[in-house]
């Protein structure tokens, strides 16, 4: 095999066979010699392959990540906002409330001197007309 690629595995376990793989022991040693069959010599092409996604998923693994940073810093403003809008709101429901308080003992008040007027006015009228 003349145009077969040899790497040297240490340590591995059970010696299996891939299509285009084969292993054979080294004679006192713990070293296996690996030879790729030319016939499937795209594994470095593979490799390399692999490698090249592995890099756009982590990518796209840290863009994600990015984006759930920015997502959940916007959502924490937009609760502050709305616990701040709440606030107001509450507030100005208080004052409102206030407002219509005072409001309406005036114009209770308003409403009895104008029925007071209407009824002396009433008075007066009856008791010019008899005569």
Not at 93 to 104: E, F, P, T
Request: glycine share 6%; proline share 2%.
């Amino acid at each position: 095999m003349a145009n077969s690629h040899k790497g040297t595995l240490y340590g591995a376990g059970p010696y299996r066979s891939r299509e285009g793989l084969s292993t054979r022991s080294v004679p006192n040693s713990n070293e296996i010699q690996l030879q790729i069959d030319p016939m499937h010599g795209d594994l470095d092409e593979e490799i390399t392959g692999l490698h090249r996604k592995l890099r756009q998923l982590k990518t796209v693994a840290q863009e994600i990540e990015t984006e759930a940073k920015f997502q959940n810093d916007f959502l924490a403003q937009l609760q502050m906002t709305l616990i701040k809008a709440q606030a107001g709101v509450k507030n100005n429901m208080r004052r409102l409330n206030k407002s219509i308080i005072q409001q309406g003992s005036n114009h209770v008040f308003h409403v009895i001197l104008f029925a007071l007027f209407c009824f002396f006015l009433v008075y007066l009228w009856s008791k010019f007309s008899r005569r």
